[in-house]
Nanobody, 124 residues
Framework: QVQLVESGGGLVQAGGSLRLSCAASGRTFSWYHMGWFRQAPGKEREFVAHISRSGGSTYYADFVKGRFTISRDNGKNTVYLQMNSLKPEDTAVYYC?????????????????WGQGTQVAVSS
């Protein structure tokens, strides 16, 4: 089992920044690829970013490229999502997830463990 706890969400004005954190406990954190997803009201959960076990490879949804950065610290069992130049359409609940396989990184059902989510609201 892996337990994931997100933090760092909040209310920010358009153009602002937030850094989300996801702290993991349980099984060895470095065994898992990690992803960030988000879900806005009335919409499906969508892929945001993914980072490999070592942190050497990262992938992003097109709508966040150049604005968001995913990183991880395996010594602290934590994955981060730095979000810059935020837009009102980035408003959503953000979830981190752990993925043992590293396959189909954009598909939520392939992830093994999920956090409870943290709310991000961007005002215009």
């Amino acid at each position: 089992q892996v337990q994931l706890v997100e933090s760092g969400g909040g209310l920010v004005q358009a153009g602002g920044s937030l850094r989300l954190s996801c702290a993991a406990s349980g099984r060895t954190f470095s065994w898992y690829h990690m992803g960030w997803f988000r879900q806005a009201p009335g919409k499906e959960r969508e892929f945001v970013a993914h980072i490999s076990r070592s942190g050497g490879s990262t992938y992003y949804a097109d709508f966040v490229k150049g604005r968001f950065t995913i990183s991880r610290d395996n010594g602290k069992n934590t994955v981060y999502l730095q979000m810059n130049s935020l837009k009102p359409e980035d408003t959503a609940v953000y979830y981190c997830a752990a993925d043992a396989s590293g396959l189909q990184i954009g598909v939520p059902s392939t992830y093994d463990y999920w956090g409870q989510g943290t709310q991000v609201a961007v005002s215009s």
